[in-house]
């Protein structure tokens, strides 16, 4: 089975009171109820019965004289020493207490009496992190998915002890601790005061702390760790598939037990609903730098927008452009020199280029004179071959190729209109036997008298 279901780290400070000659009298804040980041849940009746186990429960430790500081739970319960006890008057009570993270928790608070005439290390107890051990043959419990998180539901169980912890051990309760009323109050002084300064400052217009309601950051490493670790449940023997690492806005870092290697898992949060999704997983790596090598990456990272990804193409990129770059500054050079010399050759014939430019300005005035004249030659002369068809067609097939003249010649325009008279009157074109086609009656007409007027 695994322990973590049974232990839970939390926080140890503020300062000692003497109780008597030997004993130190403190305040410890143990646990708060609900959903933990060792994945259990505390319901308000498994909360009951922890506190009625409370009584003489003992404040453990293991010191290491090398290290100077406590270390962590010991291979078995018996190692370490008894460096205090929950006294069976304690004055136990429900304190609300604002985590580092900007949650404010209820925790469950009782005095404590520390050995601290016994053993010159029970003093540093405060201070340190500490936890609520359970007793393991007392506990039962099961599995149920709350509000979308899979939970171990706590049904039964009592105390074994306060375990004091090293300053490398993470806790579990955010805000638990042995603390003093004196140093309690201390904050809560500091609190008004804080307050009352701001306000002042702010000329009597700020407000009052908010208080986080949001899915907060030991929620989703709850919710994530049900999620990665499906195996981990009695029937798969408390299999534990996945270790998280680090948890960021986006994704969390974590280690697979089975394979050894480190992925990023991307998630999403619906805070309306308590819950987290695991969209993707890749693997990833963990790099071994040192600080100028970090400084390098750091570097190159922001060079290619934030991101390793894709680097060696533009590490290659780059190489062909560095070479691109220099093929051109060579052309370019070229280039120069030969606008050098033509700038040279310009000067010298100015005039020359002068005079040539008032020939070409004179010539394109003639041109443009020319193709005036044409166009109008040219536009009596479709002008005349409507005349000639609009006895004999209708006003609306004349008008529909008046509108287009510039898109036939006049050649094309009169075999157009041709064209448009057979369809209208095929009787036009009817041959007389013996004789050929039907003469009209004025055989120069139209467009050919129109260019009589030009014939020389």
């Given at each position: 089975m695994n322990k973590n279901i049974f232990e839970f780290p939390v926080v140890i400070y503020g300062n000692l009171e003497k109780f008597n000659d030997v004993l130190s009298k403190a305040r410890c804040r143990i646990f708060y109820k609900y959903g933990n980041r060792n994945g259990t849940y505390i319901t308000d009746e498994f909360a009951e019965k922890l506190i009625s186990s409370l009584h003489y429960v003992p404040v453990k430790g293991i010191y290491d004289e090398d290290e100077k500081d406590f270390t962590d739970h010991g291979k078995s319960r018996g190692e370490g020493r008894i460096y205090g006890i929950v006294p069976e008057t304690n004055n136990f009570a429900w304190e609300k207490h604002l985590d580092e993270d900007g949650v404010e928790r209820e925790y469950a608070c009782a005095d404590v009496l520390i050995f601290t005439s016994l053993y010159s290390e029970a003093s540093e107890i405060v201070g340190k992190a500490q936890s609520m051990e359970l007793f393991e043959p007392t506990l039962k419990?099961?599995?149920?998915?709350?509000?979308?998180?899979?939970?171990?539901?706590?049904?039964?169980?009592?105390?074994?002890?306060?375990?004091?912890?090293?300053?490398?051990?993470?806790?579990?309760?955010?805000?638990?601790?042995?603390?003093?009323?004196?140093?309690?109050?201390?904050?809560?002084?500091?609190?008004?005061?804080?307050?009352?300064?701001?306000?002042?400052?702010?000329?009597?217009?700020?407000?009052?702390?908010?208080?986080?309601?949001?899915?907060?950051?030991?929620?989703?490493?709850?919710?994530?760790?049900?999620?990665?670790?499906?195996?981990?449940?009695?029937?798969?023997?408390?299999?534990?598939?996945?270790?998280?690492?680090?948890?960021?806005?986006?994704?969390?870092?974590?280690?697979?037990?089975?394979?050894?290697?480190?992925?990023?898992?991307?998630?999403?949060?619906?805070?309306?609903?308590d819950s987290v999704t695991i969209n993707n997983k890749e693997k990833c790596f963990i790099v071994d730098v040192s600080e100028k090598e970090k400084a390098t990456l750091d570097t190159l990272r922001g060079l290619n927008g934030g991101s390793y990804e894709l680097v060696s193409d533009s590490l290659t990129n780059a190489q062909e452009n560095s070479e691109k770059v220099l093929e051109f500054s060579t052309k370019i050079e070229e280039l120069n020199t030969s606008i050098s010399t033509l700038t040279t050759e310009r000067d010298n014939s100015i005039t020359e280029h002068s005079l040539a430019k008032e020939q070409i300005s004179t010539l394109t005035e003639e041109l443009g004179s020319l193709k005036v004249y044409k166009l109008g030659i040219e536009a009596e002369q479709k002008e005349a071959v409507l005349v000639e068809y609009e006895a004999q067609l209708s006003d609306e097939v004349i008008e529909t190729y008046r509108k287009k003249l510039t898109d036939y010649t006049a050649l094309e325009l009169d075999k157009e209109l041709a064209y448009e008279l057979k369809k209208t009157n095929p009787s036009v074109f009817t041959k007389t036997p013996g004789t050929g086609y039907v003469p009209k009656d004025d055989p120069r007409g139209g467009i050919e008298e129109i260019l009589l007027k030009y014939k020389k």
């Amino acid at each position: 089975m695994n322990k973590n279901i049974f232990e839970f780290p939390v926080v140890i400070y503020g300062n000692l009171e003497k109780f008597n000659d030997v004993l130190s009298k403190a305040r410890c804040r143990i646990f708060y109820k609900y959903g933990n980041r060792n994945g259990t849940y505390i319901t308000d009746e498994f909360a009951e019965k922890l506190i009625s186990s409370l009584h003489y429960v003992p404040v453990k430790g293991i010191y290491d004289e090398d290290e100077k500081d406590f270390t962590d739970h010991g291979k078995s319960r018996g190692e370490g020493r008894i460096y205090g006890i929950v006294p069976e008057t304690n004055n136990f009570a429900w304190e609300k207490h604002l985590d580092e993270d900007g949650v404010e928790r209820e925790y469950a608070c009782a005095d404590v009496l520390i050995f601290t005439s016994l053993y010159s290390e029970a003093s540093e107890i405060v201070g340190k992190a500490q936890s609520m051990e359970l007793f393991e043959p007392t506990l039962k419990y099961h599995f149920e998915v709350i509000k979308g998180v899979k939970w171990a539901v706590f049904e039964d169980g009592c105390f074994l002890g306060l375990q004091a912890l090293g300053d490398n051990v993470e806790p579990c309760f955010e805000g638990s601790a042995f603390y003093t009323l004196q140093s309690s109050i201390e904050q809560i002084v500091n609190k008004i005061k804080e307050y009352t300064l701001n306000y002042q400052l702010k000329g009597g217009k700020t407000e009052m702390p908010k208080i986080n309601f949001k899915l907060s950051d030991d929620d989703k490493f709850s919710a994530l760790w049900s999620l990665l670790n499906t195996e981990y449940n009695e029937e798969s023997g408390w299999m534990v598939t996945y270790g998280i690492v680090s948890i960021y806005d986006a994704y969390a870092v974590v280690r697979s037990y089975e394979t050894g290697d480190y992925e990023r898992v991307y998630y999403t949060k619906d805070d309306e609903k308590d819950s987290v999704t695991i969209n993707n997983k890749e693997k990833c790596f963990i790099v071994d730098v040192s600080e100028k090598e970090k400084a390098t990456l750091d570097t190159l990272r922001g060079l290619n927008g934030g991101s390793y990804e894709l680097v060696s193409d533009s590490l290659t990129n780059a190489q062909e452009n560095s070479e691109k770059v220099l093929e051109f500054s060579t052309k370019i050079e070229e280039l120069n020199t030969s606008i050098s010399t033509l700038t040279t050759e310009r000067d010298n014939s100015i005039t020359e280029h002068s005079l040539a430019k008032e020939q070409i300005s004179t010539l394109t005035e003639e041109l443009g004179s020319l193709k005036v004249y044409k166009l109008g030659i040219e536009a009596e002369q479709k002008e005349a071959v409507l005349v000639e068809y609009e006895a004999q067609l209708s006003d609306e097939v004349i008008e529909t190729y008046r509108k287009k003249l510039t898109d036939y010649t006049a050649l094309e325009l009169d075999k157009e209109l041709a064209y448009e008279l057979k369809k209208t009157n095929p009787s036009v074109f009817t041959k007389t036997p013996g004789t050929g086609y039907v003469p009209k009656d004025d055989p120069r007409g139209g467009i050919e008298e129109i260019l009589l007027k030009y014939k020389k």
